[in-house]
T-cell receptor
């Protein structure tokens, strides 16, 4: 069974601080996908990034960066120079490949609430 | 334009009412989902439809009744709900085949209050 753990329930930072959101996953499959979503107060979950299990290259997009480490089963998300608009709940998710016979329906973590103070 | 649209965005209903939530996806996906998100609780998967067939039903009470008339539309019919059913209901869609890794795209959600 697949599992996603976001141990940080809530993180509070001051604007311009860097912040890392942790995500640890469990899966028995060798082919799987990892995701991060952002949920602002308006409610919609916004897709941020997808990584497949064969691509361990870290990715940077503006102030956002993602560190995928298979050795520790982690897919952490760092926001550099945080801004008030980054305040949201962030979800990590995992799905297994349809062809791997696992559940392709993503499993979501419980989310980390990030509060950025001005 | 949002790829997944939900209506209404806000709904207040009495416990004896019958109402429906509507979802439409414009992404050409082959699967659609209903999730429930209550305050201080994790996302709960309610129903999954793949190619218009229900493939997942996570022990949801019968007062919630989904309907998927085609691959682009999904409804959630609500009947005799309880106050504890008040929550954000999120519709989503995905393409389960190909290289997308079944990335799920969500609508803006329907905030439901049962009084």
């Amino acid at each position: 069974a697949q599992k996603v753990t976001q141990a940080q329930t809530e993180i509070s930072v001051v604007e311009k601080e860097d912040v890392t959101l942790d995500c640890v996953y469990e899966t028995r499959d060798t082919t799987y996908y990892l995701f991060w979503y952002k949920q602002p107060p308006s409610g919609e979950l916004v897709f941020l990034i997808r990584r497949n299990s064969f691509d361990e290259q870290n990715e940077i997009s503006g102030r956002y960066s993602w560190n995928f480490q298979k050795s520790t089963s982690s897919f952490n998300f760092t926001i550099t120079a945080s801004q008030v608009v980054d305040s949201a709940v962030y979800f990590c998710a995992l799905s297994e490949a349809l062809t791997a016979g696992g559940s392709y329906i993503p499993t979501f973590g419980r989310g980390t609430s990030l509060i950025v103070h001005p | 334009e949002t790829g997944v649209t939900q209506t209404p965005r806000h709904l207040v209903m009495g416990m004896t009412n019958k109402k429906s939530l509507k979802c439409e996806q414009h992404l050409g996906h082959n699967a659609m989902y209903w999730y429930k998100q209550s305050a201080k609780k994790p996302l709960e998967l309610m129903f999954v439809y793949s190619l218009e067939e229900r493939v997942e039903n996570n022990s949801v009470p019968s007062r919630f009744s989904p309907e998927c008339p085609n691959s682009s539309h999904l409804f959630l019919h609500l009947h005799t709900l309880q106050p504890e059913d008040s929550a954000l209901y999120l519709c989503a869609s995905s393409q389960t085949t190909g290289e997308s890794g079944n990335t799920i795209y969500f609508g803006e959600g329907s905030w439901l209050t049962v009084v």
